[in-house]
């Protein structure tokens, strides 16, 4: 995590609106997973990143949660101020859109995790001939590129490639994806050569990435609103451990969830009861899924035939 995150009480939350009002050019509703997300910013190219990313909402419906992206030269860079009773956030002298996304799909998940029993996961959701696979790790793991290489294959659809939402239902449970279009990296094509014309369309910022929409690529067919979870996959990158995929008993695989803050850096409220909650669903998940340990040090290749296979094996 490289932004610092302080909670703030309702009445600090009406000084900071106050205080940033002047700076707001735009204001844009947006759905995500069922919630109206308002963003409030200056900033032209964040509005318009924001606009391609998520869904329409009409203008007329009451927010559930707010993200304030401003500019402030008092305040330390990558500052993030949030209130929890309204579903307020500041996102202060941060340029880098992905956390802003992340963010805002924070925000929607903290309304529907106290009130609707939905959970975030931070990771890609695939459906591999209707079985629900999902893929989490800590960052440089290699999930991005092991997302996009398996979408390759044309019996994969997918569901997210960076975050989705999931609730239990008896002993399944559903995950269900919230983005228009997907943050993607301007390396991509250099693992996978089949997103080139993609990426030449695409109109990158300054961190090299770029919102896109896959239907150009993989066929508006192919991206699904749900599907039901049969298997994660928990990438780590270790070059002095074994290549071979291994499978952990249910609480291993939630102690190592646990221990590494359920892969989810952007995680808002971190309190006991917050942190209950998680650890109740995680505990479904490991329990309901099969679950596999995939090393990524060595070649993409390698990772993405090790991967596939257990998908569709």
């Not at 050569?193 to 993609?198: K, R």
């Not at 961190?207 to 039901?228: C, F, N, Q, S, W």
């Not at 221990?259 to 009861?273: A, D, K």
């Amino acid at each position: 995590m490289v932004y610092a995150v302080r909670l703030i009480a309702i009445r600090e939350k009406e000084e900071y609106a106050e205080r940033y009002a002047p700076q707001v050019r735009y204001e844009v509703k947006s759905e995500i997973y069922g919630c109206c997300i308002k963003l409030l910013t200056g900033d032209k190219g964040v509005k318009e990143r924001w606009e391609e990313n998520f869904y329409f909402i009409s203008q007329s419906i009451r927010s559930h949660g707010r993200l304030y992206v401003v500019a402030d030269p008092t305040v330390p860079e990558n500052t993030v101020l949030y209130d929890p009773g309204s579903k307020t956030a500041f996102l202060i002298n941060i340029g880098y859109y992905g956390w802003i996304k992340s963010l805002a799909l924070s925000v929607a998940g903290d309304v529907l995790e106290d009130e609707h029993g939905i959970y975030s996961v931070h990771g890609a959701c695939i459906d591999a001939g209707g079985r629900g696979c999902c893929i989490v790790g800590v960052s440089g793991a290699g999930k991005t590129t092991q997302t996009y290489g398996v979408l390759r294959d044309r019996t994969t659809r997918v569901v997210a490639d960076d975050w989705f939402y999931a609730r239990i239902y008896g002993e399944e449970i559903f995950a269900y994806g919230s983005e228009k279009n997907f943050y993607i990296r301007a390396d991509l094509a250099t693992v996978w050569p089949e997103y080139a014309d993609l990426l030449e369309r695409a109109d990158f910022d300054a961190e090299g990435r770029a919102v896109v929409d896959l239907r150009l690529v993989i066929g508006k067919g192919r991206i699904l609103p749900m599907t039901t979870l049969r298997q994660m996959f928990v990438l780590y990158r270790d070059p002095d451990r074994p290549l071979d995929p291994r499978h952990p008993g249910s609480g291993e695989a939630l102690e190592l969830l646990e221990e590494n803050g359920w892969f989810n850096p952007h995680l808002l409220v971190r309190s006991p009861f917050k942190e209950d909650l998680r650890r109740r669903f995680f505990s479904a998940l490991c329990a309901g899924a099969d679950v596999t340990l995939i090393n990524t040090a060595g070649t993409p290749e390698e990772t993405q035939r090790t991967l596939t296979s257990l998908m569709h094996g």
